[in-house]
Each structure stands twice: as structure tokens, then as C-alpha cells.
């Protein structure tokens, strides 16, 4: 699975980016989608993931309300809509997929990562 992401850039507080990120190669496997992100200095955490199966997507607490997880199933591509954004959610944003194939367990890919950067 290769992964690649667009959007990002520079907004200042309260305002919205919308990134993106197209999947392509052997997608059948797909388990999950969705985002993290890891501002500098600190580890790289969750924001949203989707599951594949059940259908259902978590948001980290600081997100609720304000970011929209979404997906094109046709484009094979994944959407994180935010909104209200806030300085502290600068970091570098990567898409992620996990992929489960039956008898050899679990893997992980990553987009390159996008910059979004909020000014106050």
C-alpha cells in the first residue's frame, strides 16, 4: 500500500485545511484508516481512526466537534476536514493504514506528512 498525502500549510486560529491522502497497490487488506500527527518535541499520537469493519471512528478528545474524518471508497482516498483551528494543533499530519492479511498479523503504512502550522 502506498500513501499520498496533500494539503496542509499555514492558517491562522479559527481557520479550516482539509488534507487528503490517496491509497493505491493492494488495498483489499485494509483493516483501518486514519490520522496522527506529531508536533515538535513531542511523540506522535492518534487523532482519528476508522474501522473497516465495523464502520466506526474515534477522535482524540482535543479534536471532537472540530475535525471530520471522511473517506471516497471509489478514489481509495481518505479526508481529515478541521475546523476551528487552534495553534496548538501545528504539527506534522500523517495519514495511516493497517492492513490485516490472515496468518501473517497486522502492518502499518504511512504517508510522508504534511505540515499544518496555526498562527495565533
Known amino acids: 500500500v502506498q500513501l499520498v498525502e496533500s494539503g496542509g500549510g499555514l492558517v491562522q486560529a479559527g481557520g479550516s485545511l482539509r488534507l487528503s491522502c490517496a491509497a493505491s497497490?493492494?488495498?483489499?487488506?485494509?483493516?483501518?484508516m486514519g490520522w496522527y500527527r506529531q508536533a515538535p518535541g513531542k511523540q506522535r499520537e492518534l487523532v482519528v481512526v476508522?474501522?473497516?469493519?465495523?464502520?466506526?471512528?474515534n477522535y482524540r478528545d482535543s479534536v471532537k466537534g472540530r475535525f471530520t474524518f471522511s473517506r471516497d471508497y471509489a478514489k481509495n482516498t481518505m479526508y481529515l476536514q478541521m475546523n476551528s483551528l487552534k495553534p496548538e494543533d501545528t504539527a506534522v499530519y500523517y495519514c495511516?493504514?493497517?492492513?490485516?492479511?490472515?496468518?501473517?498479523?497486522?502492518?502499518?503504512?504511512w504517508g510522508q506528512g504534511t505540515q499544518v502550522t496555526v498562527s495565533s
Open positions: 497497490g493492494n488495498t483489499f487488506n485494509i483493516a483501518a
Open positions: 476508522s474501522s473497516n469493519g465495523s464502520g466506526a471512528t
Open positions: 495511516n493504514v493497517k492492513e490485516y492479511i490472515k496468518n501473517k498479523g497486522h502492518f502499518d503504512y
